[in-house]
């Protein structure tokens, strides 16, 4: 019915890993990386929202249009 809860799991295990890392390189005055890789961090989990919302779409689409 909802999203899924392993979805949620997921987003929250690859945020946690990309604050980590964050983290990490800026201690190490590496904050360049920690700028890119808190970007590349972001823009994957959008791609996964953004399926998540092309499968919600799809849904309505086939209930409002009667599709199979």
């Known amino acids: 019915m909802g999203i899924e809860v392993g ?3 997921k987003i929250a295990g690859i945020g946690i890993i990309i604050a980590f890392i964050n ?3 800026e201690q190490i005055n590496k904050k360049e ?9 972001f ?5 996964m929202v953004a399926n998540v919302m092309d499968d919600l779409f799809q849904k309505i689409k ?5 599709q199979g």
């Open 7 to 9: 979805l949620i799991f």
């Open 23 to 25: 983290t990490l390189l």
């Open 33 to 41: 990386y920690a700028q890119w890789v808190t970007l590349f961090g």
């Open 43 to 47: 823009i994957y989990i959008l791609f």
């Open 62 to 66: 086939s209930v409002f249009l009667f």
